[in-house]
């Protein structure tokens, strides 16, 4: 059974610096992996998509990274704004359909 | 183009009631999934469909049903309502082949 685990669990910084969220998978054997955001009371927004063939995707300030052999997967922010402030989620699918695993997510405050 | 609706955004029922919820995908998205949310459990998988037909089935119990119609809008039924069935009930459209899911606003159930 996959299981998806986020560390870490939250997190605090001043604006401007760059950070790493981390998600680490038991299964390596992933269709594809998938970073969201999660503002309160909000639904999920998807920020990146990785397929288990590439090793890295890039949107604006975010980088999500892909290791499918050692399980693991890191988001990383550069130059964080308060307006980045949200919980971050990590889900991989095994099957290529919609059946996604999530981890807990990592609650991110950026600070003025 | 239009994202993920779900209606209704809040509802409250009481124990033993059964809920509709329900879901319009993003236009041209044939696969509909629902996830359950909840600050205990995190997200967990409930079921997806796929042109009117259920692809998969998450681990929950069977007062827990849905439906896809011919539009490829869907809805989720939960009877005999429980305590533990307050939770945040999240809609995701895919489109076909990506494996990428977009994710509706939610629709949050309070079982009082």
């Known amino acids: 059974k996959q299981e998806v685990t986020q560390i870490p669990a939250a997190l605090s910084v001043p604006e401007g610096e760059n950070l790493v969220l981390n998600c680490s998978f038991t299964?390596?054997?992933?269709?594809?992996l998938q970073w969201f955001r999660q503002d309160p009371g909000k639904g999920l927004t998807s920020l990146l998509l990785?397929?288990?063939?590439?090793r890295e995707q890039t949107s604006g300030r975010l980088n999500a990274s892909l290791d499918k052999s050692s399980g693991r997967s890191t988001l990383y922010i550069a130059a964080s704004q308060p307006g980045d402030s949200a919980t971050y989620l990590c889900a991989v699918s095994t099957t290529g359909y919609s059946t996604l695993t999530f981890g807990k997510g990592t609650m991110l405050l950026v600070s003025p | 183009k239009a994202g993920v609706t779900q209606t209704p955004r809040y509802l409250i029922k009481t124990r033993g009631q059964q809920v509709t919820l329900s879901c319009s995908p993003i236009s041209g998205h044939r696969s509909v999934s629902w996830y359950q949310q909840t600050p205990g459990q995190g997200l967990q998988f409930l079921f997806e469909y796929f042109s009117e037909t259920q692809r998969n089935k998450g681990n929950f119990p069977g007062r827990f049903s849905g439906r896809q119609f011919s539009n490829s809008r869907s809805e989720m039924n939960v009877s005999t309502l429980e305590l533990g069935d307050s939770a945040l009930y999240l809609c995701a459209s895919s489109p076909f082949g990506t494996g990428e899911l977009f994710f509706g606003e939610g629709s949050r159930l309070t079982v009082l």
């Open positions: 990785i397929q288990s063939s590439q």
């Open positions: 299964d390596s054997a992933i269709y594809n």
